[in-house]
């Protein structure tokens, strides 16, 4: 259980903070611009909820928990270390990214396949859903940069790629099932 009684330490007023495993970085480190930028997704999905009712709305409360299980495997470094771990490190697994999937697949089943790209847009829902899906794709390409300077869970960054889809496909389920998505035209304004 995770106690908070004091929000500010100034621990990190000389742009350094502090890692899952006790070490200190720079705020602008590889490691902290990654697990940041998951939380600003998470903060994005929670603009999207004031919109998403129903299935919607659980499915997306449960990638938001998802999505602080990301951020704590990100700031904890060295998994190479886990087993050694006085407390084991909470990372993602291949179940959170298989039910993404799942969540896709019964998602796209019911859409008319794409013709177009789609704009983002549509409903506010699906416009904030785009929102999300472009926030998360920059969190994965931080993630693999990190990946390329560090070791990193491959659950971790599979879970944002398969995210990332999981928003584009929830984005058509919110503009009527895709009938009013915003379609691509190719130099409409020429």
Known sequence: ??????????????GETALG??????KHSARVMAYGTVDETNATVGLARLHAEGEMNAQLAAIQND????????????MEKDADAEYPPLRMSDTQVSRLESE???????LQPLRSFVLPGGSALSAHLH?????????????????????????AVKYLNRLSDWFFVASRVANGGGADDVLWVPGANR
Do not use: H
């Open 1 to 14: 259980m995770v106690v908070l009684n004091k929000i500010y330490t100034r621990t990190g007023d000389a």
């Open 21 to 26: 495993d006790g070490s200190r970085v720079a």
């Open 67 to 78: 999505l602080f299980d990301l951020g704590a495997d990100f700031c904890r470094p060295g």
């Open 104 to 110: 896709i697949d019964a998602m796209n089943a019911d």
């Open 131 to 155: 929102l999300c899906r472009t926030v998360s794709r920059r969190a994965e390409r931080l993630a693999v940069e990190l990946a390329t300077q560090e070791s990193v869970n491959p659950a």
